[in-house]
Every structure is written in C-alpha cells, then in structure tokens.
C-alpha cells in the first residue's frame, strides 16, 4: 500500500469514527440514519469532498470500509428480514438521497434563492420521506418476491 494511501485511509478513518459517533446509522430507522447524515454533511462539507477524493484518486475500499459496510447491511437485513444485497441498496440509497446537497452546485439546488436555513430544511425532509417510501417499496417488494419463491 503507497504511504500516501496509507496516511489518507488512517485520516479517513478516524473521520469517519467522528461521523458514525453523529450520526450513527439505525439499522431500524433508515430514513431517521438518512436525515442525521445529510445534517451531519450539510455541517461539515468537507468530510463528502474527503471521501470523492479518495474514491477517485483511490477507487477500491479499504479493508476497514469493506467490513464496516458488511456490518451495517448485515444489520440492515436483520431489521428489514431482506437479503444481504437488499440491504446494500437500502444503504447505498440513504447514503446517495443523504450526498445529494453537497454534490449539487448552490445555485441549482436553490433556483428561487430561499433563506438557506429553510432550504436545508425543506430538502431534509425531502430526503427523509423518499428514503421512507423507497425503503417501504423496496421491503414490500423483497416480501413479495421471497414469497413468490418458497
């Protein structure tokens, strides 16, 4: 592993211990995990540019990243009764409604220039409840189709 990789993925780290002590994720309560991390971003920007960086100058997960993310999607399926990949989308899906302020330039992501205090507010509670409709969908569907199987 490049020394440079190294030193970048032990920053990484200990960045992300500071997030999870934020804004842990709930493996019941996916949509409350999505609003507590997109408050969590929206307060410290730079944790997002962190990781964009590392992923495109380093593209593979880390070890650390790889039995983190197990953990909590294993966690996830126990609490939704779905498979381990359902879990992983369910995750991936609060994780990608949770970055989508940062990754959106100002000016687009507030076409009628509204106070920034009620924006954020509105477009959390737009990540909230897509989260909770997708995760009822997503769920009911996995249901459905375990059921088509057996």
């Known amino acids: 592993m490049p020394a440079q990789l190294a030193l970048f993925d032990a ?15 709930t493996a019941d309560d996916l949509p409350g995990y999505a609003g507590a991390l997109f408050d969590a971003l929206v307060a410290d920007p730079g944790l997002q540019r962190l990781s964009q960086w590392r992923a495109l100058e380093f593209p593979e997960a880390s070890e650390a990243e790889i039995e983190s993310h197990i953990a909590k999607a294993t966690e996830i399926a126990t609490s939704y009764g779905v498979e381990l990949t359902v879990a992983t989308d369910l995750m991936m899906i609060a994780l990608g409604a949770a970055l989508a302020w940062n990754a959106t330039a100002p000016r687009i992501r507030n076409p009628l220039g509204e106070p920034d205090d009620h924006r954020i507010a509105t477009h959390r509670h737009s990540v909230v409840t897509a989260v909770a409709a997708l995760t009822e969908a997503i769920t009911a569907h996995a249901a459905e189709s375990a059921e088509a199987t057996s």
């Open 11 to 25: 920053v990484m780290a200990d960045r992300l211990r500071i997030l999870a002590d934020v804004a842990p994720i």
